[in-house]
């Protein structure tokens, strides 16, 4: 049996140390199907019931394992599906490798049946973006194509057309006038130093120890990090404030962190922010720059991987171009050291104020389920090293508050795109890295309903996931988002019959569990949780709480005010909730 172009493809995948490919069949790429069959024992293919799925899927394998993830998608339409996932890898610097199907080269132009360009519309998600038009090119330009990914952490695309990917493998079938031979390259990917200038450190160190109300902004750049992190913070005393694609940079008791910022984040982080003289950027490119510091108000130092990345939200005093752990353990013993820092006993005194404040809210006697008490369940009952995955919406609120870095966790949504939708196809792909471990997707109902076809993939595949639905009947961010800008809300609340997915969980065969009142939600929880296979609880919240932010400025209370004059509906509901949660805090 002759070997043909897609084995070169395949094989040479597997010598980069790719194991899983995410993807869906399609006619458009049953060469590359016949590829992967040949080498099934090298390379498995992990088949979903949507190409969106495989992409967020080849983005969260990444995210997690620090690898290439890869998906594959036919012609046409299913490669048009992949672009949101990749959308996704590409603004929070992931390395993904999309590759996709195209019409034989003899009918290219012709607008023959789904042909549609996709490296054209690939043009603006791929930083390295390749046609293969001849076999030969194989396998050197997945060898580019994957170096890419890694040295730019973002998306490449190949995509092969059909006659292409059945051809012999290494032909060449046309005469060469360049001088030069067909490539020859080797999977080799040479990591860039990570260790800043000399220099660098000095200027960098000078200003963090003239610090007197120093703080810390860490984010995903500083995952791997976390010795150094807290040694830099003890040596400084300064508070850390964790964006969220960092959470779990650092543990969430540590006396060091004041949490999360911004929308999502604490009131002493955001407080921390209007006081600090020093902010001090590790491994992030946090883009809400509206909970920074004024420009010109506080020296900025910061640690970024990118140069072109450095200074891109605030003016920077020190940009240090390094890779975070390299840096902080080089700056380190330049640093003095600070003794009783009453700077940071204050923001330890304030943390402990704010923890109390979230605690009061995980009340287990509301009615409707308080969303908080929900999250506050799963996070006690979840294991030391489960790796959580959270779509986006309200739901990250809660997992921002109330889901707890501690021992080995680990947290992943889509950070910069923000997108809903990812959070089951990021747990069944890091499910399938890390077979031994718990991972859990909490997710909100409008973004589970939108892939909720691959719980069917978790069960195919025999993957143990959980999945906790924090189920408000409702798009709740926008929600809120609607009336913080003072506009009663509108199109965002789903009408009845409200879904209950436990019986689709069910159906599936799965375990699947309805929760609508708050002394179910243990029970539910720790059955999912012990099942021995994939498993799903329903919890229906309350759809009136409100995700507050953690400093309610008076702008914002003026337009939910004035929301609520031109007609908000469930007004009463919403003060209600509003009222209980107020009164909770001060009888704490």
């Known amino acids: 049996m002759a070997r043909i172009a897609s084995e070169s493809l395949i094989e040479r995948l597997a010598a980069w140390g790719v194991d899983t490919v995410f993807g869906l069949p399609g006619d458009g790429i049953n060469g590359i199907m016949e590829g992967l069959r040949r080498h099934r024992d090298r390379v498995r293919f992990v088949l979903v019931h949507h190409e969106e799925a495989a992409a967020f899927m080849a983005t969260g394998y990444a995210k997690a394992t620090g690898r290439v993830g890869v998906c594959l998608a036919t012609s046409g339409p299913g490669g048009i599906h992949l672009l949101n996932g990749l959308y996704d890898a590409k603004l929070d610097h992931v390395p993904v490798l999309a590759i996709t199907g195209m019409q034989e080269t003899s009918v290219l132009g012709t607008g023959y049946q789904q042909e549609v360009h996709l490296d054209k519309l690939f043009a603006d998600v791929a930083e390295y973006n390749m046609m293969i038009s001849n076999p030969g090119q194989l396998p050197s330009l997945v060898d580019l194509a994957i170096r890419t990914s890694y040295a730019r952490r973002g998306v490449s695309h190949l995509t092969l057309p059909n006659d292409i990917q059945v051809a012999e493998a290494g032909a060449d079938p046309y005469e060469h006038v360049a001088p030069a031979r067909v490539p020859q390259t080797s999977p080799v990917f040479l990591q860039p130093s990570g260790i800043p200038r000399q220099e660098d450190l000095e200027w960098a160190a000078e200003v963090l120890n003239k610090a007197e109300r120093p703080a810390m902004l860490v984010g995903q750049g500083a995952l791997h990090a976390r010795d150094e992190v807290l ?20 543990p969430d008791d540590s006396p060091y962190t004041t949490g999360g910022i911004g929308l999502l984040g604490t ?45 891109a939200r605030v003016p920077t005093d020190v940009p240090v171009v390094c890779d975070a752990k390299e840096g902080l353990r080089a700056l380190l013993p330049l640093l003095k050291r600070q003794n009783g820092n009453a700077h940071l006993t204050k923001y330890q005194k304030m943390m402990a104020k704010w923890r109390s404040d979230m605690d009061s809210l995980e009340n287990p006697d509301r009615d409707p389920i308080a969303p908080q008490y929900a999250a506050s369940v799963l996070d006690d009952l979840a294991a030391d090293d489960a790796i959580l995955t959270c779509d986006s919406g309200t739901i990250a609120t809660w997992a921002a508050r109330h889901w707890t870095i501690r021992g080995d966790r680990r947290f992943y949504l889509s950070g910069t795109l923000a997108s809903m939708a990812n959070g089951l196809p990021y747990a069944i792909a890091i499910q399938h890295a890390f077979p031994g471990r718990q991972v859990i997707a909490y997710v909100g109902d409008g973004g589970f309903s939108m892939l909720m076809a691959e719980f069917l993939t978790a069960v195919q595949q025999r993957l143990p996931v959980k999945v906790v639905i924090n189920n408000n009947n409702s798009l709740g961010q926008i929600l809120w988002e609607q009336m913080v800008l003072g506009y009663p809300e509108h199109g965002v609340r789903y009408a009845a019959p409200e879904a209950d997915f436990s019986a689709w969980a069910r159906s599936c065969g799965g375990y699947g569990a309805k929760v609508t009142k708050a002394g179910e939600v243990t029970t539910a929880i720790s059955e999912a949780l012990a099942h021995d296979g994939p498993a799903l609880v329903d919890i229906d919240v309350n759809p009136n709480e409100p995700p507050m932010p953690g400093k309610v400025s008076y702008d914002q209370a003026k337009s939910f005010a004035q929301a609520f004059l031109k007609g908000q509906p469930h007004r009463a509901a919403i003060a209600t909730t509003l009222f209980r949660d107020r009164i ?3 009888g704490d």
């Open 267 to 311: 009131r002493p982080s955001e407080e921390l922010m209007d006081e600090t003289d020093v902010l001090f950027m590790v491994g992030t490119n946090f883009p809400y720059s509206k909970f920074l510091p004024d420009p010109g108000r506080t020296r900025v130092v910061q640690f970024e991987a990118d140069p072109t990345r450095a200074g």
């Open 584 to 586: 909770q805090k001060l």
């Open 231 to 250: 040694a830099v913070a003890e040596a400084l005393g300064a508070p850390v404030v964790k964006t969220l694609p960092g959470k779990a940079v650092i």
